[in-house]
């Protein structure tokens, strides 16, 4: 069954539930965004919230797309199930109060159905204001606080958890450079190609992918800082945020000391 049957069908069996006062797309379909890649995500607006009776009918609602091979009832979240059918549609679905509906905005859904009017209550969709000071400040230091724990992987021989680590910078390279375009809809995890610009994507594409080797591990290290901590500074001076001195200064120089390395340009 194709996404846009799948979601006629589900919301159909849903409509003369009494308890399910609302559904709505959320995810890339509620944006507008979808594609023939995306998966299917709900939000239920449900009298008594995620019970386990709005489970058994969801399930059944589900099922109607396909044999279900994946089901994950409130084990991510308390408030999320999660679906995979034979044909690998993937269907999420949050379900939350009408009081939790309240506190809500109108962002990013598309009604199926509605019975009170509940999306018409909420307040505008939101601007983002930019890059949040306070979760900026804390990518700052986790970044330098992943980078300096170089000196241990090296010194204990860890090259492969030394990989694992190279991969934390990256996720954080690539979010920060999400923060610089302030691309407005960031849908799931595997959109990045509508996010970031083209200049972006060549740097990401020019880092090295290391091998579990000594030297491999320093080389990518070294790299992505020297890619991600100009940007870094650049975006914490344009949103007000003090840049962490004494941290990166102290962690430079423990790596100066454990392994005679020096920041990329000195």
Not at 152 to 169: C, P, Q
Request: contains cysteine; charged residues 25%; neutral net charge.
């Amino acid at each position: 069954m194709d996404n846009a049957t799948a979601i006629r069908e589900i919301a159909a069996a849903l409509r003369s539930e009494p308890t399910v006062r609302a559904l709505f797309l959320s995810g890339s379909y509620g944006a507008g965004l979808e594609d023939s890649y995306s998966d299917i995500d709900f939000l239920a607006v449900c009298r008594d919230g995620p019970t386990d009776g709005f489970a058994r009918v969801w399930r059944k609602a589900v099922g109607i797309s396909g044999e279900v091979v994946l089901w994950r009832d409130r084990q991510v979240r308390p408030m999320l199930i999660n679906a995979v059918t034979v044909d690998w549609l993937r269907i999420d679905v949050e379900i939350v109060t009408p009081d939790q509906m309240a506190r809500r905005t109108a962002d990013g859904l598309k009604i199926l159905f509605d019975h009170d009017g509940i999306l018409a209550a909420l307040p505008s969709p939101s601007r983002r204001a930019g890059p949040d000071p306070s979760r900026m400040r804390w990518q700052f230091e986790e970044f330098i606080r992943i980078f300096g724990l170089l000196a241990l992987a090296i010194g204990r021989e860890e090259y492969l958890n030394g990989i694992t680590g190279i991969f934390h910078l990256r996720n954080l390279l690539v979010d920060l450079m999400i923060e610089e375009t302030g691309a407005p809809n960031r849908g799931g995890a595997l959109h990045l190609n509508r996010l970031i610009t083209g200049e972006q994507k060549d740097v990401l594409a020019g880092l090295p992918i290391p091998s579990p080797t000594r030297e491999s591990i320093i080389s990518a290290n070294l790299a992505y800082a020297g890619a991600y901590l100009p940007r870094a500074r650049r975006m914490a001076k344009t949103i007000g945020v003090e840049w962490p001195e004494r941290f990166e200064a102290a962690t430079w120089a423990n790596l100066k000391q454990a392994l005679a390395v020096d920041p990329p340009g000195m």
